[in-house]
């Protein structure tokens, strides 16, 4: 009797180290770690993926879409400074694209006249007046045009004068700021010019008529060149 319990005993024990066994080296396997906390080596890392969201888009609005407003324009905004640079780098290199900034928007001319095909007018007419009028001024620089150093825009702004809806096939009003000079030197000498007609949209001027504002032929022209500054000079233009 003592015998067959001894054996019970046995069996018993022995059964319940296999199950045992099998189930703790299965839950080891499974959960097997470095001392470091990462996953053992032949163990599967976790896979992450990054999305990169797209840089936000900007949408720059021209001037010349919006309305007219009657803000006087300065000569010491930003955009008259930078306006100003494009256009001497425009006559340094003889490119009208570089000048174009500084020039009155085409849809501001569109929205002031009342002229038919004023889009056309303002291609055929302004735009290429104002590269042939660029053109000049390069000229005017002499054989190195890159040796011209840029001085300033001497402007006089007590000339600035509106222009009311009604003149000169305009429906829109604006200020109208004649003969500003733009200076340069020349091998330390100082020289400038003029640009014959600048004109307001939205408080900001812009070059409207670079050489002349009624023109003497079909070619370019240079408004007023002198040796030294010059002196800006009022004119009741349109």
């Not at 470095?34 to 080596?41: F, R």
């Not at 720059?60 to 009657?70: E, I, M, N, R, V």
Request: charged share 10%.
């Amino acid at each position: 009797m003592t015998a067959l319990v001894v054996i019970l005993a046995l069996i018993i024990v022995g059964v319940w180290a296999l199950v045992s066994g099998g189930s703790t080296s299965q839950s080891s396997a499974a959960g097997q770690h470095a001392p470091d906390g990462h996953p053992a080596s032949g163990a599967q890392a976790p896979t992450t993926t990054t999305t990169t969201a797209p840089p936000p888009t900007t949408t720059t609005t021209s001037p010349g879409t919006l309305p007219q407003t009657g803000t006087f324009p300065t000569t010491t905004s930003p955009v008259f400074v930078a306006n100003m640079a494009a256009l001497w780098n425009a006559v340094v290199t003889n490119s009208l694209p570089t000048g174009m900034t500084a020039f009155f928007p085409e849809a501001a001319y569109v929205q002031l006249k009342t002229v038919a095909s004023a889009s056309s007018d303002f291609t055929n007419r302004l735009e290429s007046e104002y590269g042939l009028d660029i053109a000049a001024a390069h000229a005017l620089l002499g054989p190195d045009p890159a040796a011209a150093q840029f001085v300033g825009v001497n402007a006089d702004s007590s000339d600035g004068h509106w222009i009311n809806p009604g003149v000169c096939d305009n429906d829109v009003g604006y200020f109208e700021l004649p003969n500003t000079r733009v200076v340069y030197t020349v091998d330390g000498q100082t020289q400038s010019f003029g640009i014959a007609s600048m004109i307001s949209w939205r408080g900001e001027w812009y070059v409207v008529h670079l050489g002349a504002i009624l023109r003497s032929g079909s070619g370019g022209e240079v408004d007023d060149p002198e040796t030294g500054p010059g002196s800006p000079t009022y004119s009741s233009t349109c």
